[in-house]
């Protein structure tokens, strides 16, 4: 069993960048999906990013998209979400999370479901400042 642990989180102002990180603890993120989401205050989580196990594709949500990077460095068992031109929109704790099922390739839409993933963070906020 694998437990994400985010960090990196903070209170930025608009157009500022973050990077967040998620480090494996108990397990490995090696060949895994690997996933970002957000809740914002009484909404539902969303999915942000995603990136394959292999780390040759990456997936995200409309809204991100151009702002935002996801990235992996198996040997340091690490997953980024570099997060540039930050907007009061993108407020929310973000959570990391993993698939359970090693060497698992999806569809793209299923790459954003809750439930392709088995293990999550506990989540960072992130504040954005107008």
């Known amino acids: 069993q694998v437990q994400p642990v985010e960090s990196g989180g903070g209170l930025v102002q608009a157009g500022g960048s973050l990077r967040l990180s998620c480090a494996a603890s108990?397990?490995?993120?090696?060949?895994?999906?690997m996933g970002w989401f957000r809740q914002a205050p009484g909404k539902e989580r969303m999915f942000v990013a995603a990136?394959?196990?292999?780390?040759?594709?990456?997936y995200y949500t409309e809204a991100v998209k151009g702002r935002f990077t996801i990235s992996r460095d198996d040997a340091q068992n690490t997953v980024y979400l570099q997060m540039n031109s930050l907007k009061p929109e993108d407020t929310a704790i973000y959570y990391c999370a993993a698939d359970g099922n090693p060497r698992r390739t999806y569809i793209e839409r299923d790459y954003g479901r809750r439930g392709t993933y088995d293990y999550w963070g506990q989540g960072t906020q992130v504040t954005v400042s107008s």
């Open positions: 990136i394959t196990w292999s780390g040759g594709s990456t």
């Open positions: 108990g397990g490995t993120f090696t060949s895994r999906v």
